[in-house]
């Protein structure tokens, strides 16, 4: 390839210099269709995935300025469960132009940030995939998300684990088993466990493929839905709307796991396939993959290592539904921490949830419903060791601060724990408005 020009047509500069803004070079000038109003106020303590807190809430309201009638442009979303959202890494301060970065999960080390979901990336663009709440005229809410208030979201699409999750095609499959003279493998149910086994899991691991579950996505309720008042309390969460498929393949289920041995020093992929005979055939051969659906762990990486292709990925992607993630992606830095409050953080969590005032029965949290819930979603958080790997490595005795709703947490991080010292109600309200109307800079 080397010597060709790049395809595509030049972009047009400016006389400043600039690159002027044009579809057809890919120079976009994109305009937010809204603007996040999200449960995290700030980076610190947001999750670093949607999946590990599935009771953070979100609601975005489609901007006037996109549509006159933001509402028509909603129409039918309702009737999906998952929404990806794409959206600006708003508060990354700059714009990236690093190719390697250091992913928590690689605790320091180095990969390409095409390998990652890092938020430094050269157009600063995320993409979240958030379970859809409800639509309500022209604003959707969401939850299990990874976004702080004020997001600039860029775009929505439904989630469609047919064309979404490679567990869903299935006719590369059928050809295999054709050419093999095999029989078709069972479609196997993946629908045990909750919802919140998904938790601390990249969502990767995670779709909803509805025909594996026999549970068609169905419109939600309209009596379900909340009026303006309500706002974002909205009583399903873990327990849910009933017509809303739950269950979630996991890679695990599939009786796929690296072994233990792994060391970031390998230098050869191997893909782990346990139970399965013969994971990897020959090249050349016709003998193919014997694993039925699941997602393959690619063990070594590529991490600050020459790249080796997998001996037979296009093969498997090819031929088998399933996905493949290297193994450093699975495996977190270190185990899930225990959570604790102080009994005096208990107290003032109370307070909050009552409205500050014991004894009066009014939930003065903004998106969640109780002291329950915003507990869960505190530990959920913790649980998952929020802290930059320089911060766990270097600043351990430090305090960590994080606000969550209205709740200012303070808490410590000891030896595979986190415990809630102290909870206040956060100084300044949120802003719900639109930063392009108001001038108001949200956020962090
Ligand atoms: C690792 S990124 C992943 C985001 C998305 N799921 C993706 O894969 O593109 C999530 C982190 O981005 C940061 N973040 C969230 N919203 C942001 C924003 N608007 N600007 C800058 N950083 C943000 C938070 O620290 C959060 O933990």
Request: hydrophobic letters at 30%; one cysteine or more.
């Amino acid at each position: 390839m080397r010597g060709l020009e790049e395809p595509g047509p030049r972009p047009t500069a400016t006389p400043c210099g600039c690159v002027k803004p044009a579809l057809e070079t890919g120079n976009l000038l994109t305009e937010p269709i809204g603007y996040l109003e999200s449960c995290f106020l700030a980076k610190n303590g947001t999750p670093r995935q949607p999946s590990i807190c599935s009771h953070s809430r979100a609601r975005l309201r489609i901007r006037k300025s996109i549509f006159n009638n933001p509402e028509h442009s909603l129409m039918g979303l309702e009737q999906f469960s998952h929404v990806w959202i794409l959206f600006v890494f708003h508060k990354n301060g700059h714009l990236s132009c690093k190719a390697k970065v250091q992913p928590p999960r690689l605790n320091g080390a180095k990969t390409g940030v095409f390998s990652t979901r890092s938020p430094h990336r050269p157009n600063a663009i995320g993409l979240t995939l958030a379970k859809l709440e409800s639509v309500e005229g022209g604003a959707v809410y969401l939850s299990g998300i990874d976004m702080i208030h004020g997001t600039p979201v860029l775009d929505i699409k439904p989630y469609i684990a047919d064309y979404d999750s490679p567990q869903n095609l299935m006719e590369p499959l059928a050809d295999f088993n054709l050419q093999n003279n095999k029989p078709k493998p069972q479609t196997v149910s993946q629908c045990e466990g909750s919802n919140d086994s998904c938790d601390q899991q990249q969502l990767l691991e995670c779709s909803e493929p509805q025909h594996h579950c026999g549970t068609e996505e169905e419109p939600k309720y309209p009596e379900d839905r909340t009026s303006e008042e309500n706002y974002l309390k909205r009583d399903n969460t873990a327990e849910g709307p009933q017509t809303l498929p739950k269950h979630r393949e996991r890679a695990t289920d599939f009786d796929l796991e690296p072994t233990n041995d792994r060391s970031p020093s390998v230098t050869e992929e191997q893909i782990v396939l346990r139970g399965l005979e013969n994971s990897c055939p020959e090249e050349g051969t016709d003998e193919g993959p014997k694993s039925e659906y699941g997602a393959v762990v690619l063990q070594g990486s590529s991490v600050d290592m020459q790249p080796a292709p997998p001996p037979c990925r296009a093969r498997m992607a090819d031929r088998v539904p399933c996905s493949v993630v290297p193994a450093w992606v699975r495996e977190a830095p270190a185990a899930p921490l225990q959570v604790r409050f102080t009994p005096h953080a208990e107290k003032e969590l109370e307070q909050l949830s009552s409205g500050g005032e014991p004894g009066v029965d009014q939930a003065s949290f903004r998106y969640f419903q109780s002291a329950k819930e915003a507990r869960h979603a505190i530990e959920s958080v913790l649980s998952a060791d929020p802290r930059s790997v320089y911060r766990r490595k270097l600043c351990q005795d430090r305090l960590f601060y994080f606000t969550i709703d209205v709740a200012h947490v303070t808490c410590w991080f000891g030896d595979g724990f986190a415990e809630v010292l102290k909870i206040k109600p956060v100084s300044e309200p949120l802003q719900m408005t639109d930063p392009a109307e108001s001038l108001v800079s949200l956020g962090s």
